[in-house]
């Protein structure tokens, strides 16, 4: 056992000690360094003493010990051998009792010997960088102990020159899971203890370069930039593209290119002292509050934002480059424009692609203590002195490592830690450091230390007040902009509303834009769940699949919000007037001109394009439109619907996109389509046990359908049950109506059918139905009406609500089941997925999948793969037109295992395929974490009529 002193750090407010100042974060320079990631050796043990700190010292034999890989978390490697991951939202994982934390703690001995290479310097010094271990770590080189330090994802730099050895140095590393700073990194994720980020060892050259800060301003009136490169150790600054050569510390000012998120320019520079030589990559830009408005280089901004953890399926916050980098090409393809670094400062190199790509960027402290919420707030450490050296720590880790980042634009002093003076002392300080920035943070309603009124989750009523300066506040806040930090949760289907948010963005100057919550689904890739999430690993306490709220797939496959997102923020407007023959044309970028967009015009007879052509567009200015001539329509051949689609594309390559990628599109209807006539000519005739009508057969006692021209159908009938999305269910906490939990206890999944009557009339077999719930009054009189030309059959669906309909329905169609059906055709809205308020993104056209293609894979199954507008779809040898268009779903499973499933592997496709054909479906909302559907996007419980028309494939 170790003396207890010895182990007294873990529970200490302090940041630790022995680190070194934090400075500037860079790459690489000329100065040597040397990776230390890779395999290391390691030791669990379930509490901080259970093993002394021998193991640190030199000639200590590891050979017995097992390995993990650094950067890693012990959790995620081991196979299970070294404990699991633990998900809760904002509940602490063990009693709230700060500092202390539970003796059961797990700690991870990590043992690393290595030689330096034979060129290694041997003057100078050198350093010893941690750039994220999570919780607490205490640091050994040869013996020698250099410090402990908290504060999981900043870096830790310690002087290590004295120590060095040419070989058989022994590197010894303890790191705790649990610690004093587990109080301040409450965030919604996963805990996942480990050594996560790289482990360097760093040449410092005598005279080489200690921190820096670079000052790179641009004056939006003369189209000059001022550069001043502030520097610990003197030197000079060149940046040969500029022809500029200065000393350290003087402003030189030239004209130049500015650096935005849209037009990311960066000039190469040197800064070199007398012994190093740092590349910078400079981007000129200046941020101001000005006019109530964040304005970059003298333009209001508008941020179309999403909040970015880092994430990786098997590595948990272990991210190599190549993934940082998919994430912000995946963003730029998508239209985003900005970042919040949620929770966290990212890696450092996430940065680095932002300032070369072009995202806006608010920088997050590594700080919540929401769980303090359960205590009213109590002994919150944000709001107690004891605590503040260490947030104070926390924040000049942040600033000093990221200032030199052009995309860096706010810095944010953490999340849901409540309100206190350790935070008002944070600001106070950033404000001091880096005047040049503006400040963030939610939860300072009143903007006591903050440039931006920001909110999360603010339904859009609330919102609109805000844009028209309605929402009272403090004198402060009513002079500032508003942003949405959060908003539109991506938790399993959804988000809904998102055009609506938008709309209001773009209405009020005050709305400065908002972040999608958020950008990946913390799957945690699992042998037999195939993902999991929270409660999968036996968590005493979790919240389920909360951490499943991204707009990719833990694979960073793109779901259908970040498509419906994508076409939201679409930075070009194209608005058709088929009567004028123009189109309008809007340029909603901040910064750019349309000159890197090329223009295309189709058209479409019945969703086959028939003709198109580039269209010419001038080389617009921001927020400038024109109304553009279309060509002529072509001739009018065939008759049918007809519209046209006109999208932008990039007109070349770029760092983010290849040439002709669609960033913008609109489509508009010329003629309108020509709805389904079936006469009704044929009359049913009854046969001992069935009943035929042109081409169908239903059984004589029931009215069920049989088949339709040899081909076996179950019977269309009634449905109004979807297996509720995480935002029908809404969280615990909401306090608009969850219908997803309304809807099961008034029995919709387990509607019954009580058959009236079957009628074989004149022209039609007529079956009468009531559809309702065990236990209610409510129900709907359903009648379905059969009629036929002989070779199609047509359904029409009268429905009347009866008795007191106090929610709306999750949808109001018909289900049918067929027995062979894989690939699909239908002509209407695609190619994904779409329901009545994320339908921006469904284009309008022809469109081919197979039935396993339909399927929107989200982690907890839940309804999905709708398609909207559908006129017809072709699928298991039948053809089924609607009048009016219908949502088309397909799957292999019915609704009642969709919606009793956890996970995907527990859908197994039967030997039917059931088909939904859906006259509505009610809006998706947000609810999950923020408002349900608007009530324009309600299904009401009302009289409806709709038909399908059925016939077999030519
Ligand atoms: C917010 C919080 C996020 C996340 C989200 C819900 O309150 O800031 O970290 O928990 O809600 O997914």
Redesign the pocket.
């Known amino acids: 056992m170790s003396d207890r002193t010895t182990v007294d750090y873990v529970e200490d407010v302090s940041p630790g000690s022995g680190a070194l100042p934090p400075r500037a974060w860079y790459a690489a320079s000329d100065a040597r360094s040397m990776s230390l990631n890779g395999s290391w050796r390691f030791r669990l043990s379930a509490t901080i003493d259970a093993e002394d700190d021998s193991f640190a010292e030199e000639g200590y034999d590891a050979g017995n010990w097992a390995e993990v890989t650094v950067p890693g978390h012990w959790v995620l490697q081991g196979d299970g051998a070294f404990g699991s991951p633990i998900y809760t939202?904002h509940l602490y994982p063990f009693p709230v009792d700060p500092p202390h934390v539970p003796t059961e703690n797990p700690t991870g001995d990590h043992l690393r010997v290595f030689d330096l290479p034979d060129d290694w310097p041997a003057d100078g010094s050198a350093v010893l960088r941690f750039d994220g271990v999570e919780s607490c770590a205490r640091v050994w080189l040869n013996g020698t102990e250099l410090g402990e330090f908290k504060g999981s994802r900043l870096p830790h730099e310690f002087a290590v020159g004295h120590l060095l050895k040419p070989g058989g140095n022994v590197l010894a590393v303890r790191v705790h899971q649990w610690s004093a700073g587990s109080y301040l990194e409450d965030?919604?994720q996963w805990w996942l203890p480990g050594i996560f980020r790289d482990v360097t060892l760093l040449h410092r050259p005598a005279g080489s370069v200690g921190d820096f800060f670079v000052h790179a301003s641009y004056d939006h009136t003369t189209g000059e930039g001022t550069l001043r490169v502030d520097s610990d150790v003197d030197g000079r600054v060149t940046v040969p593209a500029l022809g500029i050569d200065v000393a350290t510390g003087e402003p030189v000012t030239v004209a130049v290119e500015p650096w935005t998120a849209e037009t990311p320019k960066l000039y190469d520079g040197v800064l070199a002292t007398a012994g190093e030589r740092v590349p910078l990559r400079i981007g000129f830009r200046t941020v101001v509050l000005e006019d109530g408005l964040i304005k970059v280089n003298g333009r209001a901004v508008l941020f179309r934002g999403v909040n970015r953890h880092e994430w990786h399926p098997e590595k948990g916050r272990a991210l190599d480059l190549e993934t940082m980098r998919e994430d912000v090409l995946l963003m730029k393809r998508h239209n985003l424009n900005a970042v919040r670094t949620?929770?966290y400062p990212p890696h450092p190199a996430f940065l680095d692609l932002c300032d070369e790509y072009g995202l806006w960027v608010i920088d997050e402290c590594d700080l919540e203590t929401h769980g303090f919420v359960e205590q009213d707030w109590r002994d919150n450490p944000v709001d107690d002195d004891r605590w503040t050296p260490a947030l104070l720590d926390r924040a000049a880790r942040m600033v000093e490592r990221d200032k030199n980042h052009p995309s860096v634009v706010f810095w944010s002093l953490g999340?849901?830690a409540g309100t206190g003076r350790g935070l008002t002392a944070m600001a106070e300080w950033i404000h001091e450091r880096d005047p040049e920035r503006l400040v963030h943070y939610e939860g300072d309603w009143n903007c006591r230390d903050t440039d931006v009124y920001s909110r999360?989750y603010a339904f859009h009523d609330e919102v609109d007040k805000i844009g028209q300066r309605l929402d009272g506040g403090t004198h402060k806040r009513r002079e500032l902009p508003f942003i949405q930090c959060?908003y539109g949760?991506a938790m399993g289907n959804g988000p809904g509303g998102l055009a609506d948010y938008q709309e209001l963005f773009e209405k009020y100057e005050r709305l400065q834009g908002g972040f999608i919550?958020?950008w990946i689904d913390h799957g945690v890739e699992h042998a037999e769940l195939g993902y999991a999430y929270g409660g999968d690993f036996g968590e005493e306490l979790h919240d389920g699949n909360?951490v499943c709220?991204g707009l990719v797939f833990p694979d960073r496959t793109p779901s259908p919000g970040l498509i419906e997102y994508k076409k939201v923020i679409e930075p070009v407007r194209i608005e058709g007037d088929a009567a004028g023959g123009t189109v309008r044309i809007t340029n909603k970028h901040d910064f750019a001109d349309l000159s890197a967009l090329a223009f295309e015009w189709s058209c479409q007879v019945d969703g086959e394009t028939v003709e198109s052509g580039a269209l010419a567009v001038p080389a617009l200015a921001p927020g400038e439109s024109a109304e553009v001539k279309l060509p002529e329509p072509p001739a009018d051949g065939r008759g049918g619907e007809r519209q046209w689609t006109v999208r932008a594309l990039l007109a070349d390559d770029t760092a983010w996109a290849a040439k002709d990628h669609v960033v913008a599109w609109g489509q508009f209807a010329v003629a309108a389509r020509p709805l389904p006539v079936v006469p009704a000519t044929d009359r049913p005739v009854r046969g001992e046990d069935r009943i035929t009508l042109g081409p169908a057969e239903f059984d004589a006692r029931t009215g069920a359908l049989r088949s339709i021209g040899g081909i076996e159908v179950g019977s269309p009938r009634l449905d109004v049950w979807r297996a509720p999305t995480d935002n029908d269910d809404g969280a615990e906490w909401q306090t608009d109506t969850r219908y997803g939990l309304l809807w099961r206890t008034l029995g919709l999944h387990r509607m019954r059918h009580r058959l009236a009557s079957v009628e074989a009339g004149e022209d039609a077999l007529t079956v009468r139905t009531r559809v309702a719930p065990a236990a209610r009054e409510v129900g709907l009189d359903t009648v379905y009406r059969w009629t036929s030309d002989g070779e199609r059959l047509r359904l029409t669906v009268s429905v009347t609500p009866e008795g007191d309909w106090s929610v709306p329905l999750p949808r109001l169609g018909v289900r049918l089941g067929l027995s062979r059906a894989d690939r699909v055709e239908w002509f209407g809205g695609g190619p994904g997925e779409a329901y009545p308020d994320t339908r921006t993104a469904s284009m309008v056209g022809r469109w081919q999948s197979t039935v396993d293609g339909l399927q929107t894979p989200y982690l907890r199954p839940q309804e999905n793969g709708a398609r909207a507008d559908v006129r017809w779809v072709e699928l298991g040898g039948l053809r089924i037109e609607g009048d009016p268009e219908f949502w088309f779903t397909a799957r292999r499973w019915t609704t009642e295992q969709l919606d009793a499933a956890r996970h995907r592997t527990d859908l197994t496709p039967g030997d039917t395929v059931w088909v939904n054909l859906d006259h509505g479906q009610h809006g998706i909302g947000s609810q999950s974490?923020g408002p349900g559907p608007l009530p324009r996007y309600f299904l009401k419980a009302e009289p409806a009529e709709f038909s399908f028309v059925f016939s077999a494939v030519k």
């Open positions: 939202n965030q919604d949620s929770h999340n849901e999360m959060e949760h919550w958020e909360f709220d974490c």
